[in-house]
Nanobody, 127 residues
Framework: QWQVVESGGGLVQPGGSLRLSCVLSGFSLDFFAIGWFRQAPGKEREGVSCISRNGRILNYVDSVKGRFTISRDNDKNTVYLQMNNLKSEDTAAYLC????????????????????WGRGTQVTVSP
C-alpha cells in the first residue's frame, strides 16, 4: 500500500530554519517527480517547489527563491525541503505530492499531475 508522509514541521521564529522530509513507501521514488505545496488558512493552495525525476530540474516559487532548497535521495525514497530565513508568510500546512506524469521536469501549478499526496506537516513562523 502506498504512502506519502511528510515530517519536520513545527514552530520556529522568524529567520529560523526547518527541514521538511517527504518519505514514499510502497513505491519507488525513482519514477516520480515531487512537488511541495502549501496551504494557509483562508488561502488557496500554492506550489512552493518541485524536483524532477533525475533531480536536475528544480523549480521554486518566487517568494522562496534563495531561501528554500529542494533535494532528493532516491536510495532513501525521500525528498527534502530545506527552509531557511523563514518568514511569517511561510506559515502554512506543507504537503508533498508524487507524480509519475512528468518524464522530464516537474510542475508547481498542475496539481492534477500529482497522483499521490501526503496529509501535510504544519509550519508556523511566529516570534
Amino acid at each position: 500500500q502506498w504512502q506519502v508522509v511528510e515530517s519536520g514541521g513545527g514552530l520556529v521564529q522568524p529567520g529560523g530554519s526547518l527541514r521538511l522530509s517527504c518519505v514514499l513507501s510502497g513505491f519507488s521514488l525513482d519514477f516520480f517527480a515531487i512537488g511541495w505545496f502549501r496551504q494557509a488558512p483562508g488561502k488557496e493552495r500554492e506550489g512552493v517547489s518541485c524536483i524532477s525525476r533525475n533531480g536536475r530540474i528544480l523549480n521554486y516559487v518566487d517568494s522562496v527563491k534563495g531561501r528554500f532548497t529542494i533535494s532528493r535521495d532516491n536510495d532513501k525514497n525521500t525528498v527534502y525541503l530545506q527552509m531557511n530565513n523563514l518568514k511569517s508568510e511561510d506559515t502554512a500546512a506543507y504537503l508533498c505530492a508524487a507524480g509519475a506524469k512528468y518524464q522530464v521536469g516537474c510542475s508547481m501549478t498542475e496539481e492534477e499531475g500529482y497522483a499521490y499526496w501526503g496529509r501535510g506537516t504544519q509550519v508556523t513562523v511566529s516570534p
